[in-house]
């Protein structure tokens, strides 16, 4: 198929899942291989679709997507495109589709030069080099004895930090070792819906929690309103109540009689309260 053809091909595609999909969750493919790209797209199938493409050609797409439907809110995208980016478009809850993102995550080696995205730890134990490769282990300030003809680490060792650059000899000790420490696979950074664009950490916010921060900004609110003596709907059942407490009160302390108090007198008088 011609270049050309393929673009357009490419536009028709990414079109389409603007009209048919009102949220997208931008994911970035960092050392995702093929292979992990397919059970991906084999788990999301049926409930989202996953597009590719250079951030120029899609930010293209949109514009000219723009131009044809004005009033979408789909340019919010726009500065979004930026790195080895993707989108999958969904109208699914995107936390489920996020989840199922991220369980498909490949184990990978400690690679000379790459940048550690964890903490790696090397557990005590025989490692399965000869005692000729002690001073190696020193190099690596890995406090280490002879056991049984091989060299064995005696205590947990602190190898990689999050964000140190794997040198010559971390990379060979842990291939020695045997050790995948790395796990990698596409991330959702942010997600889209209707127009707004908020961070993945957002997905973590669940229902219950929403309840929990506008009740408790809802008692802040009608404690304002009771000090302040301001009558807001919210606080109106706790105005009418204290208004009410106020009345049984005079009830009880003088001679003036309420006929909602009789029946509070006559339960404290048969149970000799009062």
């Known amino acids: 198929m011609p270049v050309n053809d393929k673009k357009r091909a490419y536009g028709a595609k990414l079109s389409s899942f603007i009209d048919d999909y009102s949220?997208?969750?931008i994911v970035t493919c960092d050392n995702v291989g093929s292979r992990q790209m397919q059970l991906i797209r084999i788990a999301l199938r049926g409930i989202a679709m996953v597009i590719m493409g250079k951030n120029t050609t899609i930010r293209k797409v949109i514009k000219d997507y723009l131009k044809k439907n004005?009033?979408?809110?789909?340019?919010?995208?726009?500065?979004?495109?930026?790195?080895n980016v993707g989108l999958v478009f969904t109208n699914e809850d995107p936390a489920s589709i996020r989840d199922k993102i991220a369980a498909i995550k490949k184990p990978a080696p400690a690679r000379i030069g790459s940048i550690a995205p964890v903490d790696v730890?090397?557990?005590?134990g025989p490692t399965g080099c000869d005692p000729g490769q002690t001073a190696w282990f020193q190099a690596l300030n890995i406090p280490t004895k002879i056991n049984k003809g091989q060299i064995e680490m005696i205590?947990?060792?602190?190898?990689?930090?999050?964000?140190?650059?794997?040198?010559?000899?971390?990379?060979?000790?842990l291939q020695k070792l045997k050790i995948l420490p790395f796990s990698y696979g596409m991330k959702v950074t942010h997600v889209y819906s209707d127009g707004a664009v908020y961070s993945e950490?957002?997905?973590?916010?669940?229902?219950e929690d929403v309840v929990a921060r506008f009740l408790s900004g809802l008692a802040t609110i009608n404690a304002a309103s009771l000090g302040l003596?301001?009558?807001?709907?919210?606080a109106a059942l706790h105005s009418l109540n204290d208004a009410y407490k106020a009345i049984l009160a005079?009830?009880?302390?003088?001679?003036y009689k309420v006929k909602q108090v009789a029946a509070f007198e006559a339960f404290f008088a048969a149970t000799r309260l009062c």
């Open 250 to 255: 005079i009830g009880f302390g003088t001679d």
């Open 23 to 25: 949220q997208a969750l």
């Open 229 to 234: 003596g301001y009558p807001i709907k919210s």
């Open 121 to 124: 730890f090397v557990d005590p």
């Open 201 to 207: 950490a957002a997905l973590n916010i669940k229902h």
């Open 70 to 83: 004005p009033e979408h809110p789909i340019g919010a995208l726009t500065d979004y495109m930026a790195g």
């Open 155 to 173: 205590s947990r060792v602190h190898l990689l930090k999050i964000g140190d650059k794997v040198g010559d000899s971390q990379s060979a000790l």
